[in-house]
């Protein structure tokens, strides 16, 4: 898994070696070229690792674990047209895309390519601003394809897609709307039908914001799963969704939190969640989060989620951070089991953001 990756590093060295030399040798013209290149190119990366003991069935696992290692790179290509590329080098190519603004304001704005959808709070933002280690909630996780339902697999929550968005009433009013495939990433659609995603977002004041969403579709399973026995491998099925949900800003504390429901097939699962950080000292916030999730009503696969914690921003967007997670129930050999599931995380996050001033 390393060699590969430091094979991607030594190219990407390599490359910007050889632009640099050849840069020298260029006329002003080629140089006017790079330099207007370089001011329309922003470049991001970050890096998630750390280690993790956890306490499951009479069992103890302690594990180094590298999460995330994320590169992207935004193409401001005119004042209106963009593209970004992200890969993720310990897993998959993530999300590429272009943006087209149809309005001089922020009203409309249409994407087309491989991005995040818009189902609940939580998922369109970035891992390195979630104060859990274990990032998103647990319906958040199950409902948008992140990874914990078989049926759907391991989508990091991601879709390809078109999405129309855009912003009015200065920034008040936010919607979005979206077809995808429903079948993740990298992945033609598994069945005729599209996936309809849509956003509403609302900012009564400063520092809070409200925010609704739901999804219509119908999807393709790609495997058994012990949470929804009636559906199997290869089976088309009702996949429906909604969420209300709330994120509040202030220098003295942080909180969201959000009520989700699903429906596939004939089962359904719903859950809610609060998460929230408060400042305690210069770079140190604590954090607490409850989480209740039933992965099917039905068959009563309730689990209870608790994380308390303590975070230090040493510069910008980097951080490291301590948590304690209980969780009342787990899966184990195939089986929904409800028992006491302990884990200590421990993570360095490290970010870098690179813009060019103008």
């Known amino acids: 898994m390393q060699q590969p990756f430091f094979k991607r590093v030594t190219l990407a060295v390599l490359l910007a070696v050889f632009s640099s030399t050849a840069a020298m040798g260029q006329g ?8 207007e290149l370089a001011e329309r190119v922003q470049l991001h990366g970050y890096a998630q690792g750390g280690f993790n003991y956890t306490h499951k069935a009479g069992e103890d696992t302690p594990t180094f674990e590298l999460k ?4 992207w790179a935004n193409a401001q290509i005119t004042d209106r047209w963009s593209f970004l590329f992200m890969h993720d080098f310990s897993s998959v190519v993530q999300e590429f895309y272009t943006d ?13 390519g491989q991005f995040k959808n818009g189902l609940s709070l939580e998922n369109p933002l970035s891992p390195t601003a979630m104060e859990a280690i274990d990032v998103y909630s647990e319906g958040v996780t199950y409902l948008t394809g992140c990874g914990s339902d078989p049926l759907l697999g391991v989508q990091y929550g991601r879709d390809l897609g078109l ?3 855009g912003e009015t009433n200065d920034g008040k009013l936010r919607y979005e709307l ?11 659609d598994g069945n005729k039908e599209k996936d309809f995603i849509a956003r509403l977002e609302y900012r009564p004041t400063k520092g809070l914001n409200l925010v609704a969403t739901g999804q219509l579709g119908r999807g393709h399973a790609i495997a058994n799963s012990l949470y929804n026995p009636e559906i199997h491998e290869g089976d088309n099925y009702k996949r429906n969704r909604w969420t209300v949900g709330f994120d509040y800003k202030s220098a003295d504390f942080n909180i969201h939190g959000e009520y989700l429901e699903g429906k596939d097939g004939s089962a359904t699962s719903r859950g809610a969640y609060v998460t929230g950080a408060v400042p305690v000292g210069k770079g140190v916030e604590l954090v607490g989060s409850y989480d209740f999730f039933n992965f099917n009503t039905s068959l009563g696969m309730d689990q209870h989620k608790a994380i308390a914690g303590v975070q ?3 510069y910008k967007k980097c951080r490291v951070q301590l948590q304690y997670v209980y969780k ?6 195939g089986q929904f089991v409800h028992g006491a599931n302990h884990a200590i995380m421990a993570q360095m996050q490290i970010r870098l953001d690179y813009a060019k001033k103008k």
């Open 328 to 333: 009342s129930a787990y899966t184990q050999a």
């Open 68 to 71: 995330r290692v994320l590169f």
């Open 100 to 112: 087209y603004r149809f309005t001089r304001n922020k009203a409309l704005t249409v994407r087309l």
């Open 163 to 165: 999405a129309i968005f």
């Open 312 to 314: 230090y921003w040493f």
């Open 178 to 188: 979206e077809v995808m495939n429903g079948q993740g990433i990298n992945k033609k």
């Open 28 to 35: 002003k013209e080629d140089s006017d070229l790079l330099k």
